[in-house]
Each structure stands twice: as C-alpha cells, then as structure tokens.
C-alpha cells in the first residue's frame, strides 16, 4: 500500500542522491502566511499538496496569494508536474481559477529541457502532451522493445501511462545498451483526491539503483528549478525567499540546501492526518515554519 510512511521510507533511501543542506535548528509554528510578511519578499509554492489536490484547488489557497500579494509579496509556483508544457502548466493554473502570470510559474520540465542529452530521445509522456516543446527527433515509447533500443536517451515527462510492463521493458534495454535517464519529475508520489500516485522519480530511482550514475533527476530537490526561479525574482536575497511545500525531501530540503527559507504545509499533502513533527526529527530535516494550510 501507497501511503506517507512507505513514501518516507524510500526517500530516505535515495537520500544519498539528493543535494546536502542545513536544517534550521527550531522550527516556529504559524496560523497562515501573513505572520511572516515581515521576513519574506517572495513565496514560491508547490502546487500538489499546498494550492491543489489532484484537480480541485485547496480552499482559500487564492484568497492567500491575493492577501500575499496585497502586502507587497512576490508569488511564484514551482512545480515538478512534468506532464504538460509551460503553456499547458498555466493553462491548468488558470482551471484551477488561480490568476498567475506565466513568469509567476516555473517547472522541472523546463530544467530538464535545458540539459538534454544529444541524439534521439525515447520519450515517457502523457496521451495529450504533444511534446511540441521537444526540439530534437524522439521516439514516443509505448509496448514496442525495439522503439526503446532506438533511443540514445530516456526522458520521463510523465508516469500517466507508465506501468509494470513497460518499466520491465525500459530496464532490458538498458542492460543491452545503459544510456542516460533524464527524469523531468524528481518526486516519488503525488496526493490525489483518493491516495497517492507514483512519479517519475520513483521509476527513476528504480533505475539509477540497478544503472548508478545513468539518471539525471530534474525538479525539486535538484538545484536546477531554484535557479530557474531566483532568475526571475532579480534583486530579492536569497535569504527572503521563501518555499512552501507538503514534502520534507523535496520541498524543504531542496530549498534550505539552496540558501532559501522553508514552510511546511501539513493539512492535505504527504502527511495529511499525520504527526509531521515525527517525520521531521527522523529525517532531520526541520523548517523555519509549519502550519496547516497557507
């Protein structure tokens, strides 16, 4: 079974391939966002977990940008949903009736587009993503062997239609042939209205455990995205940004390990109906703040 404890286990795991940080030595519980204006000039959010589960958007969760942006805040969204191009990211946004800017939002797609490998890419995709963004020839991988063994790398937007069978495909080719892994969604599992579905990186991870060193992982905790992001925040300290997530090895601990400040949001992500706090002192991984929802 799927669930927070399983989720935390295999992140702990894999924690020798995510980048080293700092946890900060207290961690302050606040009742919303607005109690930290004071020390924050941009709040970068997760999407699942914190503004959304699955399609539905939490409730207040557009009520708090606005008052955010009210105060003279700057918002970004920082996703690891790799299934969709930005147009599509913003598009969804929108659906999910949250007024964002497309430059208020930034993926792990987009980091990984920036560090394709050459050659020809054998591609894990979405049904309706029509990889219009992929700008050098690429195979559409389905049940066909031969269409894998034609790749001179993966790249894994999307784990929608992924399944046993073509993971068990994946891994037969690359021991004919190991080539690079390209992972454009560094997370193990994502909530949804009705439990929790596996990424991109957990088939990933099952790759790099049996290949090492093949797989590149984009997204959060990867530094990539926060570059990506502070590119367009120009003026604001590292120090005065702040990220917003529901999961403590990506969300948090790829923030502090960038220099940014950290919010962990428990009510309806990961550890939604758990002890948080437990989690945090088993991993060592404490935030500067913690409250339910923002």
Known sequence: M????????????VRPRLPRMTTAPRTADIATLLDITGEVDAFVF????????????IEGAD??????????????????????????????FRRLGLALDPVEIVTSRQAA?????????????AEGDGLGDIRRPFIRLGDAPDDYDAADAFLFLSS?????????????SMARDPRPVIVANADLAAPREHGF???????????????PGRVSFFGKPFQDVYALVEATLPGVARDR???????????ILGAAAFGWRTVLVTADGLFAGRESRDYCERAGIRPDWRLPRI
């Open 2 to 13: 799927l669930d927070a404890d399983t989720i935390f286990r295999r992140y702990e795991e």
């Open 113 to 125: 587009l920036h560090r394709l490998p050459a050659g020809r890419l054998g591609v894990i995709a």
């Open 241 to 251: 940004i702040a990220m917003c997530g529901d999961t403590l090895h990506t969300d």
């Open 160 to 172: 929608a239609l992924w399944s046993d069978t073509r993971q068990a495909i994946l891994m037969a």
């Open 197 to 211: 579905t596996l990424e991109p990186g957990h088939f990933g991870h099952l790759v790099e455990d049996a290949f």
């Open 63 to 92: 009520r708090r940008l606005q008052a955010l942006r009210e105060r003279g805040c700057r918002i970004r969204v920082l996703t690891n949903a790799a299934s969709q191009d930005h147009a599509g990211a913003v598009a969804k």
């Open 46 to 57: 997760d999407a699942f977990g914190v503004l959304n589960v699955g399609d539905h958007l």
